[in-house]
């Protein structure tokens, strides 16, 4: 169970120290990192590769945007599957629809609370 916890840490970890290498190393916008995140999971996913990361780490696998890029991936696949070509279009939003709608859910929410100013 411990091990559990330990392995999400690391690997989710290992994935925030990559973006900010590339943040540090690169001339890469953090919009292009964020995208290229999203992109190389729905590969990784598409290849069969990233699942077994995600078996082994959990919510350190999935958390980060390229388990969303997983998500999207996966998605699709099964969406295909069940209703052919059509499900290219809307497996995606199907499989992320929890996750997008707790983002703005969450995202209101804090805007109810916070008090919002211009940056001198």
């Keep these: ?31 292009r990192i964020l995208t290229a995140f999203v992109v190389a999971g729905v590969i990784l996913g598409a290849l069969g590769i990233y699942e077994p990361i995600v078996d082994f780490a959990g919510a350190g696998a999935t958390v980060p945007l390229s388990g969303f890029g997983y998500t999207i991936s996966k998605g699709i696949k099964s969406a295909v599957n069940l209703h052919g070509f059509l499900g290219i279009f809307t497996g995606a939003i199907t499989a992320a629809a929890a996750g997008i709608t707790a983002a703005l859910l969450f995202g209101f929410l804090a805007s109810l609370f916070a008090k919002s100013a211009d940056k001198a």
């Design 1 to 31: 169970m411990i091990m559990d916890f330990v392995n999400a840490f690391w690997v989710g970890g290992l994935i925030c120290v990559i973006g900010q290498i590339l943040i540090d190393k690169t001339s890469l916008t953090p919009a």
